[in-house]
């Protein structure tokens, strides 16, 4: 009777073992006695984690709207005084995303967005804001034109990239 028991739970081990690699692998069973597969779409379960994870982003951003105060050079995330890139990098970081600090740093992650049309949410939006052609400025791509950023002159806000002050500014963006 024992070895019986020892037997079955050995099996069902294995059982789970394999189904568990075959997950892993992109194959699940629907009907293991029958040994029927199908194949999970794996790229579809990819953006949709990844969308996740950008509206995440966007959420953490605009929670501290009207909370941070701007400080030039300055990374103080306990009293909530911080420059563009120090906003960003806690904004990712609260996400479990680890970028550098400074923005001129932050244009050396993820991948290259060149053109506007190109933005997802959550990507990483940056700016000349004095001299032209020089990366100055970073924020949060929120979608529809609009990012989110950590500003001199009002803290963390929205603003449209496409028309006043922003919109012959934007350099590049980064895909994290």
Known sequence: MQAMKKNRLSKSLVGISLSLSLLTSGTMFLNPPAAQAATVD????????????????????????????YGFGVRDTKRLILDCSAFTQMVFSQNGITIPWGSSAQTQVGTVVKSKANLQKGDLV???????GRINHVGI?????????NTTSSGVVIRDMNTGYWKDRFITGRHL
């Open 126 to 132: 940056m700016f000349s804001v004095s001299k032209p």
């Open 141 to 149: 791509y929120i979608g529809n034109g609009k990012f989110i950023s």
């Open 42 to 69: 794996t790229t579809a379960a990819a953006n949709a984690i990844s969308s996740s994870k950008a509206d995440s982003i966007v959420r953490t951003a605009q929670s501290y709207i009207g909370k941070v105060r």
